[in-house]
T-cell receptor
Framework: AQSVSQHNHHVILSEAASLELGCNYS??????LFWYVQYPGQHLQLLLK??????LVKGIKGFEAEFIKSKFSFNLRKPSVQWSDTAEYFC???????????FGAGTRLTVKP | NAGVTQTPKFRILKIGQSMTLQCAQD?????MYWYRQDPGMGLKLIYY???????DKGEVPNGYNVSRSTTEDFPLRLELAAPSQTSVYFC????????FGQGTRLTVV
């Protein structure tokens, strides 16, 4: 079965700093890729998704992610973080031929005002 | 989260008790999922369903059962609760992306 690795467990940044969160997956076939965000005490919400086409995907709140097929990666980026971005971020993968959706362990982002 | 309703929101169970976590949707999605979320572990897939009458095991199905008699409902059953099942449980729906419910926080003591 596929697996998802998120390299950073906890990232601490100051406001206006740039963000990059790593995500790698292990699956040889075609996949759909997602980033979800979970604000404290809330459920997961979709930030962005990649199915096909332009490997640079733009999502809500200024986030973007780049799919690099050769590296099996789907890293999340934001040029300038805000205090309100403090949350936990999850990368997820669905293989194209089934709906077994797997998540990474998550990265907790703390943005200092 | 409109469209996915989980009940109850909180529950404390004693070891060995049983309970059913309810998940209902009104968005007519075929795919439904049950995850558990533990600190530092991300979300682990327990069971999923691709449509009424069809269920499949995920990563961590042991100790749980599901059924999918209708498109709308996907209950998760714990028959003999154990402390290791203390977790936050999320139901999700979606055919191309997942929409999550608000979660059920379960404590087994």
């Amino acid at each position: 079965a596929q697996s998802v690795s998120q390299h950073n467990h906890h990232v601490i940044l100051s406001e206006a700093a740039s963000l990059e969160l790593g995500c790698n997956y292990s699956y040889g076939g075609t996949v759909n890729l997602f980033w979800y965000v979970q604000y404290p005490g809330q459920h997961l919400q979709l930030l962005l998704k990649y199915f096909s086409g332009d490997p640079l995907v733009k999502g809500i709140k200024g986030f973007e992610a780049e799919f690099i097929k050769s590296k099996f990666s789907f890293n999340l980026r934001k040029p300038s973080v805000q205090w309100s971005d403090t949350a936990e971020y999850f990368c997820a993968v669905i293989p194209y031929n089934n709906n077994d959706m797997r998540f990474g362990a998550g990265t907790r982002l703390t943005v200092k005002p | 989260n409109a469209g996915v309703t989980q009940t109850p929101k909180f529950r404390i169970l004693k070891i060995g008790q049983s309970m059913t976590l309810q998940c209902a949707q009104d968005m007519n999605h075929n795919y439904m999922y049950w995850y558990r979320q533990d600190p530092g572990m991300g979300l682990k897939l327990i069971y999923y369903s691709v449509g009424a009458g069809i269920t499949d095991k995920g990563e961590v199905p042991n100790g749980y059962n599901v059924s999918r008699s209708t498109t709308e409902d996907f209950p998760l059953r714990l028959e003999l609760a154990a402390p290791s099942q203390t977790s936050v449980y999320f139901c999700a729906i979606g055919d191309t992306e997942a929409f999550f419910g608000q979660g059920t926080r379960l404590t087994v003591v």
